[in-house]
């Protein structure tokens, strides 16, 4: 599945005119990536780097695309893709986005194809966990929290993703505040897991409420909790530099 994972994206960067970027890494936008069974439609997601001579002239490339494909077995599926830079500038900025393709394993080959350079980065990646990952994390929850109190049923079932994207985000953070390893996919058997899939399974406004409820008691502790997180309070100077010199280093070894 590695292969067609990177058969995919180099089907999408042919047809927007990228066949020379290099793939650095790739996973499939979908529940697996969090140990859940796939449900919804299938998108995939890469960062690629441009070859240097594409940073000549006036204008600056782009730095992301989206693009949609009709593949045989999967139907429409969307592939979107970052340029490297704009992932160091989202790993200096700590954002979540970054971070969960850094901390994503290939423990299940659905999930992420990973290039040498890219792994490079990975073996550094501890050292740009920041208390302000945690301080975003708490942001998505909190702004999935307000959603749940305006949603309306949809026939008789609920949408059950802000509940789910709210204990993704918290458990993330709890993590980060509590000074452990950042775990992206959940393992079979384990309390995220088994939480993640009661949110999912959520049916009626009670159970609704009681998910929201929960979530708010536990995303007041980690507030509180923020100011005992081990992690620096935001990405350094010397963080940067190391960040540019690994860019550096990989664009200047695929010339």
């Known amino acids: 599945m590695v292969s067609g994972l990177c058969d995919v994206v180099s089907l999408a960067l042919a047809q927007l005119g990228l066949d020379d970027a290099h793939i650095m890494y790739v996973h499939v936008s979908t529940d697996v990536l969090y140990g859940l069974e796939s449900q919804g439609p299938v998108s ?8 240097l001579h594409k940073f000549f002239g006036v204008s600056a490339p782009p730095d992301n695309w989206t693009h949609t494909l009709q593949l ?10 970052d340029e490297v830079k704009k992932l160091c500038r989202q ?3 700590s954002s979540t986005g970054a971070f969960e393709a850094l901390f994503t394993t290939q423990s299940n080959n659905h999930i992420a194809y990973q290039s040498p350079a890219w792994l490079t980065l990975v073996a550094m990646r501890d050292m740009f966990v920041t208390q302000y990952m945690a301080v975003h994390y708490l942001g998505q929850a909190r702004s999935h929290l307000d959603i749940t109190q305006k949603m309306k049923p949809k026939s008789s079932k609920f949408e059950t993703w802000p509940l789910y994207n709210i204990y993704r985000a918290l458990f993330a953070a709890d993590m980060i505040i509590k000074g452990s390893l ?9 309390p995220e897991l088994a939480c993640l899939r009661e949110m ?6 009670e159970e609704l409420a009681a ?7 536990l995303l007041d502790s980690l507030q509180s909790a923020l100011a005992s997180c081990p992690y620096k ?3 350094t100077q010397d963080d940067e530099r190391t960040l540019g010199t690994w860019l550096t280093s990989t664009r200047l070894s695929l010339l």
């Open 211 to 217: 998910g929201a409820d929960k979530a708010r008691a």
């Open 233 to 235: 309070a935001s990405v």
């Open 91 to 93: 790993v200096k900025a």
């Open 44 to 51: 995939y997601y890469a960062v690629v780097a441009l070859p």
């Open 182 to 190: 950042l775990v992206i996919t959940f393992e079979e058997g384990s």
């Open 200 to 205: 999912k399974g959520v049916s009626n406004a």
């Open 72 to 81: 045989q077995d999967e139907g429409s599926v969307v592939v979107r893709v």
